[in-house]
């Protein structure tokens, strides 16, 4: 069986880890240098996966994308745990007609 195709790709900053987002939604995140297993696999999105950002610790992901309701979701990679909350259609911080979001990025609370 052939894994969905990949998206987007993203080398975390310690350069240790590989995360993947995939047109089923999943993200996936893979072993560099000389491990190249599989080490975590999760479902943030129903939808294709636009784009993926690492946090500056290397501990969360936050993916973007096409979905049923939720356009990006940001999780901690390892156990997959929602960190904060999902982007939806028509969120106060939303206009109410977006349907997807194609860029993802962490940024600094001040």
Same mark, same amino acid.
């Given at each position: ?13 310690n350069g240790q880890w590989v995360a993947?987002? =995939? ?10 240098? =000389? !491990? ?12 294709a996966i636009d784009d993926i950002a690492?946090? =500056? !610790? ?7 994308? !096409? ?44």
């Amino acid at each position: 069986m052939c894994a969905p195709w990949a998206m987007v790709a993203r080398v975390s900053p310690n350069g240790q880890w590989v995360a993947s987002g =995939d047109v089923s939604g999943r993200v996936r995140v893979w072993g560099l240098n =000389d !491990d190249l297993t599989l080490k975590a696999e999760h479902q943030p999105l129903s939808g294709a996966i636009d784009d993926i950002a690492w946090s =500056d !610790d290397g501990q969360r992901i936050v993916a973007c994308g !096409d979905g049923k309701g939720t356009f990006a979701k940001a999780f901690l990679w390892d156990t997959g745990n929602t960190v904060g909350r999902g982007v939806k259609r028509g969120g106060a911080a939303l206009a109410p007609h977006l349907v997807a979001s194609t860029s993802a990025a962490f940024g600094t609370e001040h």
